[in-house]
């Protein structure tokens, strides 16, 4: 059966290798992220019939009712990060996410099935549930089967899919019937589980379990060249190496038990609170505001309906996530990271000034904090969101990647629980101007801690990115101890 699914194609493909089917792959198995995104923006459109006098439900939604429907997503997620962490390290990538298309399914099945808003609240608790799933076992998934000159740029399908999510369910909301958008929702995680079943396992997790020959098929099928190829059996002995003295379960005291696996920890943690803090969640949230505002002016035309801005913001993330895939591998994570970071720190700091200058009545055009939105935004999806997953996955042997993703999203998904629950009484009490502010002086924060405490991971061994993190000390040390030894 496994030669009937992996066979290579055709000789001149043996014979030149292709990325096509790892990149095919990346995106079918990022189809939990693209239900995610689905199910963030899902209430955007069907918010004002949600609450209106036509609620699908027996009586209209409250503010109250939204809320936890907003925010319930975030509460599961952080749960199932520690669930699926466990169940990708001692189950396997491909059960593990197979596992998180169940309760995403259900999710939306319940509410196909009924309206009420405990239900919608629940069916919404088991999205997160799934989705929490998928954010930890997609990246390392993709890592596994990618190999070094492309996995950048499969490594941003994660954020990429989570665009496409939001845009695909803006539309759908805008021209179908409520029920029939649930039901193509259903089908995306549906579909999912039907083709991971024919996909194989990642090879890592083939070699730990001692199949080596269904290894070579695999990376074989994966790169399009014959089994018996050199730069396959190569790779499965690399893989072997690897993973000789590993034992692979989630284990935090395994981690912090080495100080060099401990600071790459806390470089990846803060990439990706960055991520969080930069403020791009909050800008999304509060959209509808600005549009809002900008609107009153006369010298303007902007006139939009709210799903439309929705549209709007959709179509500018997936720009940027798109450039995100085609600059990571030929820019380098570093440089795209630290360039997006000033984009949106100056785009952030464009609306504060905006609505300071509001706040006082000064004139300034309705335009600008469209641009700064947009700018932001797409600043944002190009470099912000994708590469911290990247980095992540790239700084750890696959021993410790399983309980890293762990840590790290339960963290990160956390934070945006809080982060959209703070963010409201945050602006009563300082203003709107001063929390862009705060955002954009984190976002320029972060470069410099891009320059000076991030290594580079683009195409490195873990060797010469843990080297960085040493420190010149330790270099410098053993050229000291080269020309001792010279000298004597």
């Not at 199910?39 to 609450?51: D, R, T």
């Not at 399914?105 to 989705?131: D, E, Q, T």
């Not at 014959?226 to 893989?239: A, C, F, G, Q, Y």
């Amino acid at each position: 059966m496994v030669n009937k699914v992996y066979k290579v194609s055709s000789a001149k493909e043996e014979k030149m290798g292709s990325k096509h089917n790892q990149i095919l792959m990346s995106i079918v198995v990022c189809m939990p992220i693209l239900a995610y995104g689905t199910a963030m923006g899902w209430i955007s459109p069907n918010k004002a019939l949600l609450m209106g006098d036509y609620s699908p439900s027996n009586a209209p939604l409250s503010e109250e009712d939204v809320s936890w429907m907003a925010s319930i997503m975030f509460i599961f997620a952080p749960i199932a990060v520690f669930v699926y962490g466990v169940a990708a390290d001692k189950f396997g990538r491909k059960n593990a996410l197979l596992c998180a298309s169940i309760p995403i399914s259900l999710g939306w099945a319940v509410k196909l099935m009924c309206a009420h808003p405990i239900a919608l609240i629940g069916a919404r608790a088991l999205i997160g549930f799934g989705s929490g799933g998928g954010f930890v076992v997609c990246p390392l998934y993709v890592k596994e089967i990618s190999e070094d000159s492309i996995r950048g740029m499969t490594g941003t399908f994660v954020i990429f899919s989570q665009t496409v999510g939001n845009l695909l369910v803006f539309v759908l909301g805008d021209l179908l019937p409520f029920n029939t958008v649930l039901w193509i929702l259903l089908a995306i995680p549906l579909v999912h589980f039907c083709f991971l079943l024919r996909l194989p396992e990642t090879p890592s997790y083939l070699v730990k379990c001692g199949r080596n020959e269904e290894t070579a098929k695999v990376l074989g099928w994966l790169r399009s060249l014959p089994v018996d190829d050199k730069s396959i059996t190569e790779e499965v002995d690399r893989l072997i190496i690897e993973q000789t003295t590993s034992e692979l379960k989630f284990s935090p005291k395994l981690l912090f038990s080495d100080k060099t696996s401990v600071k790459a920890f806390w470089v990846a943690l803060i990439v990706n609170l960055t991520r969080e803090f930069c403020g791009c969640i909050a800008v999304l949230v509060y959209a509808s505001h600005i549009f809002a505002e900008a609107g009153k002016d006369p010298g303007t035309s902007i006139a939009l309906s709210p799903n439309k801005q929705s549209i709007l913001l959709a179509a500018v993330q997936i720009v940027g996530s798109f450039l995100a895939c085609q600059l990571v591998d030929r820019a380098g994570r570093k440089p795209l990271l630290a360039v997006t970071s000033v984009v949106a720190g100056f785009s952030m700091c464009l609306l504060g000034v905006w609505f300071y200058l509001q706040s006082i009545g000064v004139f300034m055009p309705g335009w600008v904090p469209i641009v700064a939105l947009c700018v932001c935004i797409f600043a944002d999806a190009s470099g912000l969101q994708p590469l911290p997953f990247v980095i992540m996955t790239e700084m750890f042997n696959f021993q410790l990647r399983g309980t890293v993703a762990t840590l790290i999203m339960a963290i990160s998904l956390g934070t945006d629980f809080a982060l959209l629950k703070l963010f409201a009484p945050l602006n009563s009490w300082i203003g709107y101007h001063f929390t862009f502010w705060i955002f954009s002086f984190i976002c320029l924060s972060n470069v410099f801690y891009l320059i000076f405490c991030v290594p580079e991971t683009k195409m490195r061994s873990l060797e010469d990115i843990y080297s960085d993190l040493e420190g010149k000390k330790k270099k410098n040390k053993t050229d000291v101890e080269v020309v001792e030894t010279n000298h004597v």
